[in-house]
């Protein structure tokens, strides 16, 4: 993941609570955007998802999760039926093969059952840190914090949650901001990247934090 060249310092905890003060008063239940039925289609979303966007992957689901929706359902279809509905993501094949393993880890060992521990979906191929921890958040409830692109951006350059590393932004935003908005941290921080703090030329007219985030190159 690229480095931010003048990432902001750490917010003080006055200006995070104000800032996410003001997320949650425009989205208090803000949700992810990739399509899901239960937790294992939801590790399925979130496994095809890498280098791929939410609109791709949920327009390949679509029909898929209709007849697959389970890892043994998953497997009766096999990989190169798996291949046919996700042919249009990147990396196609290797999130095929990622998958099938992945059912029949969920098969032999789980009996079916998508485990709720960070350490066991993290054993699964394809699995990452970041799918773990979307998992945990948006099934059960669990705060723990997806740092994506648009969160490592955002986090450097507003001080809300300043990292060298995934690892580092992600402790960032658990030590940091107040624990009241925890649960929806991440999802507010990938929006606010997504469709306002972009990457290029972020819309910071648009901005409901631009009074209290450091950024020098703003735009008009």
């Known amino acids: 993941m690229a480095k931010t060249a003048k990432p902001a310092k750490q917010l003080d905890y006055t200006t ?42 949920n327009k390949a689901t679509e029909e898929l999760f209709k007849i697959a929706d389970t890892p043994q359902k998953m497997l009766d279809l096999g990989e190169e039926g798996l291949i046919e509905h996700i042919k249009t993501i990147g990396l196609f094949r290797n999130k095929a ?86 649960l929806h941290a991440h999802h507010w921080l990938i929006l606010h990247g997504r469709y306002i703090c972009v990457a290029r030329k972020p819309k910071c007219g648009a901005c409901i934090i631009k009074d209290l985030c450091p950024f020098e190159e703003k735009t008009a």
């Open 97 to 182: 093969k990622n998958v099938i393993k992945l059912s029949q880890i969920l098969v032999d060992q789980y009996g079916g059952v998508v485990p709720n521990s960070r350490a066991a979906l993290e054993g699964l191929p394809g699995v990452g840190r970041k799918t773990a921890n979307v998992v945990l958040n948006m099934w059960w409830q669990f705060p723990s914090q997806a740092v994506d692109t648009h969160i490592f951006r955002v986090g450097n350059r507003t001080g809300i949650c300043p990292g060298k590393d995934v690892v580092a932004v992600e402790r960032a935003i658990e030590d940091n901001v107040p624990t009241d908005f925890q």
């Open 16 to 57: 995070m609570r104000e800032i996410f003060t003001r997320f949650e008063a425009s989205d208090p239940a803000p949700k992810g955007e990739l399509n899901h039925v239960n937790a294992y289609t939801l590790v399925v979303a979130v496994a095809l998802s890498a280098q791929a966007t939410d609109k791709g992957v």
